[in-house]
């Protein structure tokens, strides 16, 4: 196998515990190397609102958003939107580089009993031109509920201005199953305004979800 990002060979170590674990073996696909080139977000000190780095209280962004109304999403991120984390978008996303799908699957170990883990999905146009779901494709691995469809809208988020993307409309609609999960973790491949994973909460709550909505995006 080849590191997805800078295609050397990628030498694997297979530790013991792994071995022994009950849970499936999820190896890195990016080489130690250009691992350390995509920044983490540490934890500790990130917003508890949506995930943003360094800010350990709640920003001022995700006040507003309490201020509106938006029960907040707890969001968490794991890495920040730098240089190669644009690029690999940009690849991946804009130029429809599927093969990257799966670069950050050993680090997205999300399944949990009694959390429906539940996709942003793509608009139809959107999926017609790229072939695949973004989305879907980087948390493929895990045990997806596709309990949301989204509607075509006019323009693509990331051709709009930040004032612009405040004001979409809402295109999501949620369907739930009869028995739904008591929490929901929505999954998005990058939080910029919230205004996408806000509108999904709202979806849900719309249908009827009564649980607990939190959120969580590869990037922020
Ligand atoms: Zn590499
Ligand atoms: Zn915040």
């Known amino acids: 196998m080849t590191c997805r990002w800078c295609h050397r060979p990628l030498t694997q170590d297979f530790p013991l515990a792994a071995l022994v674990s009950l849970r499936p073996l999820r190896l890195a696909r990016l080489c130690p ?28 962004d995700c006040q507003r958003w309490a201020a509106a109304g938006y029960p907040s999403l707890h969001h968490r991120a794991l890495f920040t939107y730098g240089e ?3 690029l690999f978008i940009q690849q991946y996303k804009g130029q429809g580089h599927y093969q990257l799908h799966d670069a950050f699957e050993d680090c997205l170990d999300l399944a949990r009993r009694g959390v429906a883990l539940v996709p942003l999905v793509s608009e139809p146009k959107h999926l017609a031109k790229r072939g695949f779901d973004p989305v879907v494709g980087l948390f493929g691995h895990l045990p997806l509920s596709e309990w949301l469809t989204k509607a075509d809208t006019a323009r693509p988020q990331a051709e709009k201005t930040r004032r612009e993307r405040l004001a979409t409309p809402q295109s999501f609609t949620a369907t739930l199953p009869a028995h739904p999960a008591p929490r929901v973790l929505l999954l998005d491949d990058l939080y910029t305004t919230g205004r996408t994973l806000y509108h999904a909460q709202q979806a849900l709550l719309a249908a009827g979800y009564r649980g607990e909505i939190h959120s969580f995006s590869l990037i922020r």
Request: glycine share 6%.
């Open 33 to 60: 190397r250009c691992q350390a080139r995509f920044t983490r977000i540490k934890s500790a000190t990130a917003c508890p609102g949506c995930g943003r780095a360094n800010s350990p209280t709640l920003c001022a």
């Open 84 to 86: 190669d984390m644009r």
